[in-house]
């Protein structure tokens, strides 16, 4: 039986870019900082705004003080009361406690606002450091983690700390203060209340902790269900079309029904748990508070306190219930803020960049491009004393590549690209096409041999030189979300209106998007215009021209784009590449045509180059692949 | 009389009635609850007046027991109404799921135009939620009631005076309370879509990560989001100091209240009218009162969610249907003969065109519009604004489009791949995971490669776990059965089945997104032949795929729909070069015939559409 060798496998599909969510045995995700850490991280951001963090607590500890003056004075009127003082007495302490009261209200107004500006700054400033690293993480390392680890990251992650810092931050801060200084407000009446009080305290720490062992995986597990339920519906809906061609409506109904269902079975596991656990703080609540009514009765019979004093001690008590069932319920939101913490601060720490060779910092600086003149380095570039291309000239000596050890993809290949040739690559899928083209946009490194770009090994360039040396415009459209222009811009942040529109004519799209809503204002992307896929190819090669690199590397680009939007791209496509150094992975074969010459790619071996004319001469893959693909374009008039 | 067409309130309605024991039993617990928790500041009173204020230990044993069969009651209701109110708002919730996508996902369509899918999905997901949750509002409503009540009565049997005072004084307390925090709200909602824009630009750029490295673009993209971060954070300061502010004041204006109602009650308890524990179960209401009040505000907010969501589920619910089904029958074995009479409809003008049984023909147009209009009405995503595509003889139009459907199959070029394995993706008839009681080896010669080739690749996954076992197991049966077999053979899907680490039992997640688009495109051709309908319409199948392979694929279409109607909409010169008869459409006709050969010679616009 043919034994299909697992090699061939993985090498084609590693070769046609495609991640199989089975096989999740390689894949390394990113690192989750350490509790330590983390804690180590929100120390350092808190030390940043040491002065703001000690007023906003002592406000808010002043604001939570001044409302426990309000049960003694509500005791002193009890014991005017009892006393059988004159009615008219009652005024001083009702007089105090409007005082109490509007003191009260502007120090936690002060305090929440100023706790909130802690929270929020510092949340700011670790939202924009984990993007500013999570987009400088090298490519490798995001698809060995799976794209949706990082993505997961960025809108989960971000947001459940958000609102924890938010919603529950806030909360918590003023429940604890609460629940401290009623405590001490119970000990200053008389420390017996406080230690009846503290009756209740085993019942709320095995309630906790009941509540905690089952919170945790159980809303884990709804949070996956409910994920699940969500893209099944999108899959479901955005298939829809799909669906009712080919009658798949009850297979489809009966998917989503038992997703949406195993969602709701959890959601009310989650309600059984949440309500046991406040059902089961009600028997603390009881046992709390009948032990300061007992106090207040025992100690009111033996004269050592006043009725007033037992009166204030069970309100105190009573108003303790809102904020322990707060408390102790956000216990469970702070840990999941904690997690989602841990795994922000896992990439920020991340180091910035792979650290370059120590070696070959030496040459010194090399003319800057002898090619193109590009004297506008980019705005926040490093000091360009490193190592720079000296022409667009591409060298691959002696790659050879493999995504799993053993299974080499790529063997002993020889490339050279001439300074402004464009070169296409040719072959089967599976053939190696594409890692060649990551390796050279220097997505991946080599596993053995050197690609030299201009003169220098791109292993020993500095990754900002890297990038504006070579672009990879891949098959993968993105439009990004936002005025059109905004897009554009992105690959060339200083341009003016008039050099985009200029750009646009250039790659042939000026007509379409001058006739979209608001031309080139038109908000695109998730949420806004929707453009087809010629158009968003389009936008990259305008991004393409913008961002003005020596050397373009255009792997598929066209390739989904059907048979007319292909041909516009094309045109698109030698607009664009006029005057670059140019690696097509061409599937159309009239892009090899137009090429200055061809590369045959074989099982990761080039088994032949040339120019178009004298490959079809070779009798070889080449012509094979001619032949199949010219001849029912055979124009018998030309 | 109303059409059956759901509006917003009927929508809302339903989805109370069909819950309706459980909305009930949950009402009558939740009154329960409320009123036993009015109960503990009365009780409080009850205690210091009659046992701590007198030293009686009979009366503190007595109350306390009071105390201790309340606290019962009141966990005891408060769990159960919460989980059968949750039960109600959870169920409704999922049926107005189910009723969302069978909407959708009808034969007459309609329900999506102009909603994208995220939006739809919005709509099933959090937009039955909320209608749901006014499952929860009603007995929310019912205990605040309840303890309103409880407290009213004991409030006025206290004092009549303070009773009012705290009954009338409470209203508009919550009045400034409300005021106070509209503009709040709204702020907060400008504050929250900020937030989300700017969480939302964070996940569009990690999205595009490799596109904006392909470009070097990361530190022009890393300045954009922070200033977009920087933006968010002072719209959230702004709010968060309006927040402060409000609860600063509500404190305040609530700790008055309570001041006045001490003032009024220790005179009167001073002057003898009341007692000790009537002043204390006074302030003790007053501030307990503030409860139920509030989650009257929380009911009716939840109450207008319900409605304004209710209303987008009944838009989608009554989207009127794109095509309107007629009560003609096919014959039970359509020949599959197409004709398209004076058809017109978007760009097309008047075409007129025949398809014979068995024929393989292929359509050019240079107009990417005319292809979509004429697939839309071959397909029957809508009725043609005039003229008519009839099957044998009879216009789509007076079929069931479900009908329609099972004669003409047509794959549209962006056609979606489904969650679940490579093989349950092409052998649709065939459930995941599949055991129809096929006996393995009864496949063609020709697929005999393929059957040994697949079964061994997949071994490697039995080890790896049961389910995949399943899978290999159901694959063997299919494959054996030959038609899917024969098909992926035919769009070279097999090829694509070899290169995946667990062959034809390889999972594709995120509709198809782990293969690469050549790797897509051959699944769903393969599907699409493995339906083996009467009538198979192939919109450009192979835009992605190499020519060498394209050629083996056209050849393999060619053969396999041999004897069946294939109609292809295509400009790829592969395909067009296996047709039998090739339709040049331009300007909306049909404006030139014949082999690709002789169009290629003939007629110019064929060329410079066809040959670039």
Sequence with gaps: MPNDPPLSSEAASAEAGAVDAGSVAGRELLPTATTARTRAVVRGLLRERRGQAVVAFAVLIAATASGL???????????LVRGRADPAAVTTPVVLLVVVAIVQGVLTAVGVSLVARLGESMLASLRERFVERALSLPLQQVEGAGSGDLTARVTGDVSTVSEAVREALPELARSALTIGLTLVGLTVLDWRFLVVALLAVPVQFLTVRWYLRRAMPLYAAERVAVGAQQQQLLDTVGGAATVRAFRLKEDHVERVTSRSWAAVELALRAVRLMTGFFGRL????????????VAGFVLVRGDVVTLGTATAAALYFHNLFGPINTALFLIDEAQVAAAGLARLVGVTDLPTTQPAPANDRTRPGA???????????????SPTGGLVPVDASVRVHGVGFAYAAGHDVLNEVELAIEAGETVALVGASGAGKSTIAKLVAGVHRPTTGAIVLGGADAAELAPETLRRTVALITQEVH??????????RLARPDATDEHLRAVLDRVGALAWVDALPDGMATVVGDGGHRLTVTQAQHLALARLVLADPPVAILDEATADAGSAGARTLETATAAALAGRTALIVAHRLTQAATADRVIVLEAGRVTETGTHDTLLTTDGH??????????PRHDPVA | MRSDAPSGLRVLGRSIAGQRWLVAGSSLLAGAHQASEAMVPVLIGVIIDEAVSTGSTDALLRWIAVLAGVFTVLSVCYRSSARLGERAVERAAHRLRIELTERILDPRGGAESGRLPGALVNIATDDAKRVGTVNMALPATVSALAAVLVSAVALLNVSVPLGLLVLLGIPPLLGVAHLLGKPLERRSEV????????????????????VLKGIGAESAAIGRYRQISQESLSATLRAAGARGWHDGIMLAATGIFIAVVALVGGRLAAAGDIGIGGLVTAVGLALFLLTPLSIFAWANRMLAQGRASAGRIASVLAAPPAVVPGGDRLPAAPRGRVRLRDLSHGTLRGVNAEFAPGELTAVVTPDPAAATDLLACLGRHVDPAAGSVELDGVPLSRLDPGEAHTAILVAAHDAALFEGTLLSNIALTTPDPPLNGTSPGS????????????????????????????????SEAVVASGTAARAMAAASADEVARALPHGAGTVISERGRSLSGGQRQRVALARALAVDPPVLVLHDPTTAVD?????????????????????????????LAVADRVLMLSEGTVTAQGSHTDLVRDDETYRSTVLA
């Design chain 1, 69 to 79: 003056v309000t049960a003694p004075l509500l005791g002193q009127i009890v014991d």
């Design chain 1, 282 to 293: 009600n028997v603390a609540e009881f046992i709390g508070l009948s032990a300061v009514l």
């Design chain 1, 367 to 381: 003319p800057p491009s002898a090619n193109r003149s590009r004297e506008t380095p980019s705005a926040n570039g």
């Design chain 1, 479 to 488: 439009v990004f979300a936002g005025p059109l222009a905004d897009d554009l």
């Design chain 1, 622 to 631: 080449y012509a094979t692949l001619w032949a199949a693909w010219s001849a």
């Design chain 2, 191 to 210: 504050e929250q879509d900020r937030a989300a824009h700017a969480s939302g630009v964070a996940a569009d750029l990690v999205a595009g990560l490799r």
């Design chain 2, 443 to 474: 496949g063609g010669a020709a697929s005999g490669g393929v059957v040994a080739s697949e079964a061994v690749v997949a071994s490697e996954a039995v080890v790896a776990s049961e389910v995949a076992l399943e899978t290999v197991v159901a």
């Design chain 2, 547 to 575: 020519p060498v392979t394209e050629a083996r694929i056209a050849t393999g279409v060619r053969e396999l729909r041999r004897g069946r109607t294939t109609i292809m909409v295509t400009a790829s010169p592969a395909l």
